[in-house]
């Protein structure tokens, strides 16, 4: 379900080996260990290992997985380079994941990455997407590049669709943008020129309706995914990596932060914020206006903000009133 | 102000009887009562019955005003069959509605159902819509089958407008959506394909002004009606079957619940929520981020959430503040 | 940086001296002392006093530099009829403010005021805007009159601006919304045509990042300004007049009421709310669904609403929930 071939979506600038890559780093090499070269055309995470690939590492692991694999890891924290088939060891890691990303990959917040479009019934339509027969598209919609839609998709008017897959019975309502750019940047140096190179894409499984004016962004390097038999309310956001399982339902205007995990049949209610790479369990329930910033367990019902159980948090607000008196 | 004919926005299937939509119902049928056949083209709702309709009901009523017209109810609860001229008892409520509206009209969430469109000066406008010539319309819109537009009114651009009757000199911002899908469904059976169909459309009084990618969807059976004279910031959504009374003031990022009824003469701060199915009344004003829960009185000037008296919220943090210390 | 010529954006519906305005003055004129004739093609405000000009004031100034400009003062209180060159007292300020800016300008909010396009690539662009040849611009945007955009910028699809001045190296994404109109009006005459004319524009400095299905409303008068470096969610709203310093970060669905100055380096959460008018220091961190109702100095991290130093809002959270057991 979480796979995809990334240069469907983001062309390759060109090829590189190991010894090309080295070239393209800025700051000082602090340390290199090159056991072999091998072609790169592709970028991994940790939870998505890819061979051919480069991996960008904050910590130190022991991961015999990305040694099985042809992969060139890059890191700002090293304690034994044999826990790598090849290591650089650099200043800047950050810097550095701009530098190689964009180096490597073609994507819409780069000068210069053009698609090709045919003009069908009043939407553009990628030569490069590949859009089932019996979809319906309403007008002024764009999908772009690598874009794949299944069977019986509606897509309304003025929607946005990039670097996503889509799989049948999806409506997806007007004025919403789908793929668009995670807010993945560094603290310390920002403007657009800055923000971390968004390389994955969304997934949608089969048969979730979103609804007006949502926006999803893309996976950084892997997906964002929206769970089987979801429906999703206007206005409601969902950042960069952020996978929600099946039979989710979330009213308008909620918004989930980056990398947020949420399990199946999860009922979330109006303008609800989640903070970024928390776990939400199987059916949970959050209520309406909740600012939920920590894990919360399966079957939990949550309510306020910082969001508790919900029986706590209406014992709490009686409580609050009588002090007032 | 509240009236339309539905088949201008969403065209019959085909013609039914009782006898054949009978045939249609999914599931048991645990008992049936017909006195009396004839041709069924609509759906009621208890706010507003129609002739030649059928409604679903989920209480008993003994209503004259349904017994009077040719009206087919559709109920899982049943005490008296001869409250009805026609009455067939179900187990499935929801499904059968579902089941029914879909045979029974077109709309946008199903497959098959196209607009013959005119490409007007950069704007898409379907040949079964009336837009005054006086109007002004941006491009990259699209103005959908039955619409009507009064006099003297602003369409903005990339503005999506759909089942929808707007009145005279109202203003609509860049890319706000109207006549959406309302987020009806039932909470057991989720997915794109159990959404309930959502007939209604949205009235606009004259010289309201909506700012910019707002949402408004349109009534489920009914209509979301927006009072003359209001004043929409932007990023406002409202839900199906709210009626919002004249010379509202809304401020930005807003989200009002589904068949929400909101008097004359209210002002509501930005990022305010209400839940559905509340009334609030006349001259109320909503204090900024508030949460309402519960009806609101005339007059009334609430806070906080769950919204309250904006003095004792006012009180109430003062005090909270004193206990921290 | 905040300089711009008003009449490439609003052309002037014809020329006025001082004796044509008065004629088109609506109510009791109370007073009027008139020392000079002179053409009138443009309107001030106190924070950018403009040669031939008109101002209106709500309170009573003894200001040297509109003396010392052909500037005409119309206002509603008046102690010294010596302190201006010219000015009439009148009994009803705001609606001869949109009485006399209406017929000096047009804009966008009025009917009969249509710009001229190019249908270039699939995007609506006006004959009266700049565009450098290295931007990349998508599928169904509007770009409007009097528009300037810099070097090397991204506009991606679906995105409408108007009234704005745009920097190089600045990425707009999907949806998004520029230059729209301020929700300025007053509380006791509502609706579209009562809304305070707002002819002022939006100035997006360098390196700007701003998210997908975004709005960001015009000066009233003067400009609405987003600093360089700045970068910007999803769905955040920011209002009309907002000065919002260098290097912002602002995550998603974040709203900015008008005329609130903000300094350098801040850091503000999701789903925060500020309200009008206040001041937001330097390398100011506001936490996530906060809502800030008062100025903040520089260098302070806050929470909660009303948002409070970070650390008391922690102690009163853990506060209140021992109190509610």
Known sequence: MRSFKRSNFFPLKKKYDVNNLLDLLDGKIIDNNIHKNFEINDVS????????????????????????????????????????????LVDNLNHNYNKLLNDL???????????????????????????????????????????????????????VIKNAIIHNDVVISDNTSIGTTGFGFNFKIRGSKHLNPQVGIVIIDENVHLGANCTIDRGKIDVTLIGKNSMIDNMVHIAHNVILGKNACIAAQTGISGSVLIGDNVTIGGQ???????????????AAKSGVTKNIKDNSVVAGFPAIDINEWKKNIVINRRNGR
């Open 272 to 286: 609800v914020g989640l903070a970024g790479h928390i776990i939400i369990g199987d059916n949970v329930v959050i």
């Open 45 to 88: 995470s940790l939870t998505q290992l890819r061979n051919n690939s480069i991996i960008f590492l904050e910590k130190d692991y022991n991961n015999q997985k990305i040694k099985s694999l042809n992969i060139h890891v890059i890191t700002n924290k090293l304690s034994n380079k044999e826990y790598y088939k090849n290591i650089t």
């Open 105 to 159: 990959f073609n994507h819409d917040d780069q000068i210069g990455f053009n698609d090709e479009y045919n003009f069908v019934n009043g939407s553009h339509i990628s030569k490069f997407s590949k859009i089932d027969n019996s979809c319906q598209i309403g007008k002024n919609c764009v999908i772009s590049r690598g874009v794949e839609i299944g069977k019986n998709c509606i897509i309304k008017n003025n929607v």
